[in-house]
């Protein structure tokens, strides 16, 4: 099986389903597709615009997939070299389990996303973001499930603001989850020490 313009590719962790991103070609927009294997049928896909990149990561049962995208507002060409301003990212979620796939998403997150970790085996994850490295917001949201009368939904939970986390990381068993901050002292214009220190919190 050839797949032309492939960028990434990630195997489900519980199943025979492989997730890849194709990037834009010419007029032809980015898609994000999953396909069976051995039977190589596409079970699901979306295609999107004005991609820079994509990153995907799946929940650790198989039951979601998140794939961050990174996109523009604007493209330039100077010397072949595309430059892209006015940068924004999607977070796209794909419930594997249930009929159809539906997907979901977060819009136009506009600063800068430095971690995303899902909670192991669970519905719940976290994004750290912001537009500078020492002023980030760590947020954790929850994936809830559809009821019979009731769509399903990404839920934030909690918003911690004003820190300078980089990196998240959850307990092997969930619930916790550690967010590690760095602290830089200056002495005139010049870095004089950086530290790092780690949060935790019951989610």
Partial sequence: MKIPHIADFEWSPTNNIISYWVAEDKNVPARVVLIDIP??????S??????????????????YLCVRVERYKKVTVT????????IYYNFEFFRMREKQIPVESINELKENCYSFAWEPNGQRFAIISGEMTSKTTGSFYKIVNPTQNVAGKIELIKEFKGRSFLQVSW????????MVATTSKTSGQAIAATSCHAEFFEV
């Fill in 46 to 63: 979306k295609n999107l615009v004005n991609v820079v990149q994509c990153k995907m990561f799946w929940q650790s049962a198989g039951d």
């Fill in 79 to 86: 010397k072949d070299e595309p430059r892209y301003t006015g």
């Fill in 39 to 44: 039977s190589k049928n596409e079970i699901r």
């Fill in 171 to 178: 307990s092997p068993q969930g619930q916790y989850c550690a």
